[in-house]
């Protein structure tokens, strides 16, 4: 194995060498997180809104006063019944309407509690929660303020609902797509144009008639970008914990366990489309084409699984990233244990050995 | 006007490495002139330059009455090129091939189906119209590319190493398609790293260093250097070359 | 001991034929060249016997190892140098004789004394990238690389084309030396006028070998008388004896034309010559059209 020295040194050389590359790969993941990032958290204002107050008294006015004022939200409609809200989100009227019903400040009052109700067109979680966030905070300073004069301390509780995409989910699942994104389109485009570069240069003639193994030059075709996507997941860990405050709740060991085995899947998967492809171009369609697009579909990416039709859904089982992407979101978001993303783990290292084997198999000993 | 190429002290240098060294010639219309230098000696750089592809340092040149500096769309019009590297679009059947080219040089639509019938009836290639170009043996190729090249009537012919690699049955074809070319007026400057083919010229130059060394009919060259080949002429020539660079 | 034996070797490509049942041996320590023009089929020749691309029919063994079964045992053994410059342009001179070094388990020093003198010539190059070369430094470079393992045989595909004629001779001054070393040398070529340098040669021309033997062999067995005319005009004295029904072929041949008759009796004192190969080769090779 002393051999496979300078085979790495040789692979390091090259991707080194080509400068222009090199930064679109350490730059790129920076970006992307930031432009996800900011495009979906940025400060939301002027959300158009409408209020349907059925209680029609001083506390539920004066809330209403508040919110008006807030540089967040302009009032649009007062509605008169509820049957009016579902017409007015389907025109896109309004974004977010707040309900006060008959007993709102009755409850408050006497039960010292009382239920407000947010509806938020929830098709973006995130602008959803943020401004559901904005009204409750409203509110809460109303009560205050209604506190002050009162001995008995009273207390509202936002009753959200949401339409259109009621689970929610979390304003920061993009991070984890983002990482599935990035590894695919680094690891697996890159490395799948790398052994088709030496078949078009004519390189591979020489190596061939020569007694290297073709292990060797796999491992050493995978190792630059094994380091580069590692330098990436890190990147973008750094960026999305420092920069855009994602938390990261679960163990880091593990979070970065399942990154390296993930790495695998994606780089043996460019490894089988360069065994297979004639020419760089052939292998970027293989890989950025038919492999990635449906990747960044259905893999959860961007739209919800679960609302796939049933076919999709199967094929969706199929793309690595869909399990890397639901790990990621266990782990780092809703910070579980190890164990619960044992089936994950168990699915990637299964695709790892399957492409790995497959590609070996498919290197060709001629020409 | 008679002379259809005027080189006049023309240098170009590529930062401090000057590819193309102080170089004067004169090219009669209907010659044909053999080009010839080691790798490396400048031959490129000074038919670029000719061909209006790269603006000189110093110095000036017409290639059929147009300056190379000013008129470089003009000069495009009225030349031909053809090299081993790249004659003709592969993955092109013959006729596509004619007709692309033929459109290119901005002939009339009406024109270019006789004109190709006609072309590829003195070629004796009627029967592979509908061949694509990478099925044709080399030798046809470089042939048929020939053909395209003076298609247009260009005034002048540039032809890089056209014969590289062809049999020697089709490289002799070549050349007489080449005196033919020459006979009806068409100035064709050629190069090649076939000595022997330089006896075909009615003058060669022999380039060393970016500079020309020798520039002469075939005879006087041999008479001069005392020598019964250009083959040896050019050894003992580029022999003395000092730099190594492509 | 020979060093190769091509058995029937044919090869085609879809329909096309690219090989048609080639043989022939080379002796250990010979010089052999591969004399034909490009699309003749050298290169396909050239894959099949560094194990690179079967054969569809026919055996070639190598220092008595089949290039099929034994292809691991071969690939030690050899050294090639393709037909189009096959080192990586990114990386420098030393770096890339390192690699290949490395490719066979050695190091630049332990062979060094194989490669010095071709070599050494470009040494002074060595951090330079090889895309950045000249084109006789390349060859000097790829060339250095097929051999640094110590290759028992080398195969080289077209080494001097696009070459001038400069760098062509030193080439080919650079094998003899290599020969005098032991190591049997394949070369091909598409320039007539090298195949004198070799010891023996096979004409090559549509997949086909036309006759193998030493260069002054083939001369000999030219049949016919060959002479040589001169005139001014050639194109003018070409059209002539084209018109003479006595002259059975005429070639150009630089400032003369070659021309064989039909009745050598009335050869109306034109100046007999001594053939060459490329004289050879035209007699043999049916024209194209």
New interface residues.
């Given amino acids: 194995m002393k051999k496979l020295f300078p085979f790495i040194k040789k692979e390091f050389l090259h991707v080194l060498r080509d400068t222009w590359t090199m930064m679109i790969i350490l730059v790129l993941p920076v970006v992307m997180m930031l432009l996800f990032g900011y495009a979906v958290t940025n400060e939301i204002r002027d959300t158009n809104i409408g209020v349907l107050d059925l209680s029609k008294d001083n506390i539920s006015a004066s809330i209403i006063e508040r919110v008006q004022q807030s540089e967040y939200f302009t009032l649009k409609h007062n509605y008169n019944s509820y049957h009016e809200i579902e017409p007015s989100f389907r025109k896109s009227e309004v974004g977010l309407v707040v309900v006060f019903d008959e007993d709102f400040s009755n409850n408050l009052l006497h039960k010292g509690k009382a239920e407000l109700q947010i509806v938020a067109d929830a098709t973006d979680p995130n602008t959803a929660k943020t401004l559901v966030n904005y009204i409750s905070s409203i509110a809460a300073q109303s009560l205050m303020e209604l506190n002050k004069n009162n001995p008995k301390p009273m207390q509202i509780t936002p009753e959200l609902k949401l339409l259109y995409n009621p689970l929610m989910k979390s304003s920061y699942n993009f991070v984890p797509a983002v990482m599935g994104f990035i590894v695919i389109l680094i690891c697996t485009m890159m490395t799948s144009i790398t052994i088709v570069r030496e078949k078009e240069r004519g390189t591979i003639e020489m190596l061939l008639v020569s007694p290297t193994k073709p292990i060797m030059i796999i491992i050493s075709k995978l190792s630059p970008f094994f380091v580069v996507s590692i330098i990436n997941i890190i990147t973008i860990f750094l960026v999305s914990y420092f920069i855009m405050n994602v938390p990261v709740l679960g163990n880091i060991f593990v979070i970065g366990g399942v990154s390296l085995i993930f790495l695998l899947v994606a780089l043996s998967l460019g490894l089988l489309f360069s065994t297979i492809a004639h020419s760089q171009l052939e292998a970027l369609l293989y890989s950025g084409m038919i492999f990635l697009m449906p990747t960044t579909l259905l893999s959860g990416m961007l739209f919800p699984i679960e609302s796939m039709p049933l076919f999709l859904q199967a094929i969706a089982q199929a793309m690595p990233a869909k399990w890397f992407i639901d790990a990621m979101r266990k782990l780092m978001i809703m910070g579980v244990d190890a164990k619960y993303v044992l089936k994950e783990v168990l699915v990637l290292t299964f695709m790892a050995i399957t492409f790995m084997t497959i590609s070996l198999k498919l290197f060709k000993k001629r020409l | 006007m008679d002379k259809a190429i005027v080189v006049n002290n023309l240098t170009k240098r590529f930062g401090n490495f000057t590819a193309v060294d102080n170089i004067s010639f004169e090219v009669e219309k209907g010659e044909v002139f053999g080009f010839l ?5 400048g031959k490129t750089t000074a038919m670029r330059m000719l061909c209006g592809l790269v603006k000189p340092t110093l110095g000036e040149a017409t290639v059929a009455g147009f300056d190379i500096r000013r008129q470089s769309e003009k000069i495009k019009k009225n030349i031909g090129y053809m090299s ?1 590297k790249f004659a003709l679009y592969e993955d092109l059947k013959v006729w596509e091939n004619i007709k692309l080219f033929a459109g290119i040089y901005g002939i009339k639509r009406k024109e270019i189906i006789p004109k190709t019938n006609e072309l590829l009836a003195e070629l ?1 290639f009627e029967s592979e119209r509908n061949t694509y170009v990478k099925e044709l ?4 190729r470089q042939k048929l590319a020939f053909s395209v090249a003076i298609f247009h009537e260009p005034k002048v012919l540039f032809l890089d ?1 056209p014969t ?7 490289r ?1 074809q070549f ?2 398609m080449i ?2 070319t020459a ?1 009806r007026g068409i100035t064709v400057f050629v190069t090649t ?8 010229c009615n003058r060669v130059s022999i380039m060393v260093d970016g500079k020309i060394e020798a520039l002469d009919t ?2 006087a060259l041999k008479e001069r250097f005392n020598s019964n ?3 040896d002429i ?2 003992q020539l ?2 003395k ?1 000092q730099r ?3 | 001991m020979k060093s190769l034996i091509v058995n029937n070797v044919s090869k085609s490509y879809k329909r096309k034929s690219a090989l048609k049942d080639i043989s022939f041996e080379v002796e250990k320590g010979e010089l052999f060249g591969v004399i034909g023009p490009d699309g003749a089929g050298k290169s396909t020749l050239f894959r099949i016997m560094t194990t690179l691309i079967l054969a569809d029919k026919g055996e070639v063994k190598i220092e008595g190892y089949d290039v099929v079964k034994d292809y691991k045992k071969i690939r030690n053994i050899v050294g090639y140098m393709p037909g189009r410059f096959s080192l990586y342009q990114d990386l420098t001179v030393r770096e890339n004789i390192e690699f290949f070094a490395a490719v066979f388990n050695t190091t630049v020093e332990e062979n060094y004394h194989l490669v010095k003198d071709i070599y050494s010539q470009i040494e002074p190059f060595e951090k330079r990238k090889a895309g950045a070369l000249s084109g006789g430094m390349k060859q000097k470079l790829a060339l250095s690389c097929a051999l640094i393992h110590k290759p028992e045989v080398l195969f080289l595909d077209e080494p001097t084309t696009g070459v001038d004629p400069i760098s062509r001779k030193e080439f080919w001054n650079m094998l003899k030396n290599l020969q005098e070393k032991g190591i049997t040398i394949i070369v091909s070529t598409p320039y007539m006028d090298e195949a004198t340098l070799c010891n023996r040669i096979a004409l090559i021309n549509e997949g086909e070998f036309m006759d193998i033997n030493t260069p002054q062999e083939l001369i000999r067995k030219f049949p016919k008388k060959l002479y040589s005319l001169n005139s001014d005009n050639l194109l003018n004295l070409m059209n002539i004896l084209r018109e003479d029904p006595n002259v059975e072929t005429s070639f150009s041949f630089g400032h003369s034309i070659h021309v064989t008759l039909n009745d050598e009796t009335k050869h109306n004192g034109y100046q007999e010559i001594e053939p060459s190969i490329e004289d050879y080769f035209m007699r043999l090779s049916k024209p194209q059209n």
Wanted: glycine share 14%; proline share 7%; no cysteine.
């Fill in positions: 230098g080691a790798n490396g000696a081993q004796g043996p080399l030798g046809w190493e590289g690699g062809v049999d020697p049955i089709t002799r050349w007489e005196a033919q006979e790293h076939y000595m022997d083919e330089a006896e075909y075939p005879r080949s250009i083959d050019f050894y580029a022999r070359a190594q660079a492509d």
